[in-house]
């Protein structure tokens, strides 16, 4: 069985320039997490979807952080505009649902130049 | 709110040699509590977890027991190699399950 697919698996970019990020759960699994792992840190959520309705995007900034998750099924995270500080790891994670085991994607890195 | 503290890394070891990392959390009610690792360039794998007091999880020969009285889940093995080398993350899902709160992340080190 395919795991959660991340892409790209880095990013370099200016500042000030947009960045989106894509995400493929595991097949089946209706609930669909976006965390941000700074370095040396442990992953914080930034947005739930149940299928495609974000049910929790209390953590997301949303002056300059977008998601959507169109057909319940894959999953985009964008920032515009990229700032020095979102230098970051961005982590998409699924499960079969909320109370289930979270499965982890391998991530995708941002340098903001 | 919720929150996980483990022990700050790095840890080396010897190969064989015992480990112990340890992990509190503070939580309303009864979370369920995971322990998550990170290898080199991958994502979080879920190593074990266990959902209620006195509860052990077990994996690969890694062990940790929620124990409620003192609010913890420490990761025990009593034999590492050099393979077992990653940042290993404690972890709590809050009562709905709707969330994981991570503590920081130790890493460990194994040398031959």
């Known amino acids: 069985e395919a795991g959660v697919v991340q892409s790209p698996r880095y990013k370099i970019i200016e500042k000030k320039q947009p960045v989106a990020f894509w995400c493929n759960p595991i097949?089946?699994?209706?609930?669909l997490y976006w965390y941000l792992q700074n370095l040396g840190q442990g992953p914080e959520l930034l947005i739930r979807?149940?299928?495609?309705?974000?049910?929790?995007d209390s953590q997301l900034p949303k002056d300059r952080f977008s998601a959507e998750r169109l057909k319940g099924v894959d999953s985009t995270l964008k920032i515009q505009p990229a700032e020095l500080g979102d230098s970051a790891v961005y982590l998409c994670?699924?499960?079969?649902?909320?109370?289930?085991?979270?499965?982890f994607g391998p991530g995708t890195r941002l340098l903001v130049l | 709110g919720d929150s996980v503290t483990q022990m700050e890394g790095p840890v080396t070891l010897s190969e064989e040699a015992f480990l112990t990392i340890n992990c509190t959390y503070t939580a309303t009610g009864y979370p369920s509590l995971f322990w998550y690792v990170q290898y080199p360039g991958e994502g979080l794998q879920l190593l074990l977890k266990?959902?209620?007091?006195?509860d052990k999880g077990s994996n690969k020969g890694f062990e940790a027991t929620y124990r409620k009285e003192t609010t913890s889940f420490h990761l025990e093995k009593g034999s590492v190699q050099v393979s077992d080398s990653a940042v290993y993350f404690c972890?709590?899902?809050?009562?709905?399950?709707?969330?994981?709160?991570f503590g920081g992340g130790t890493r460990l080190m194994v040398k031959p």
């Open positions: 994670a699924s499960s079969l649902g909320s109370k289930e085991t979270q499965y």
């Open positions: 097949s089946g699994h209706n609930t």
């Open positions: 972890a709590l899902s809050d009562v709905a399950g709707n969330m994981l709160t």
């Open positions: 979807y149940e299928n495609e309705e974000a049910v929790d």
């Open positions: 266990a959902t209620k007091a006195d």
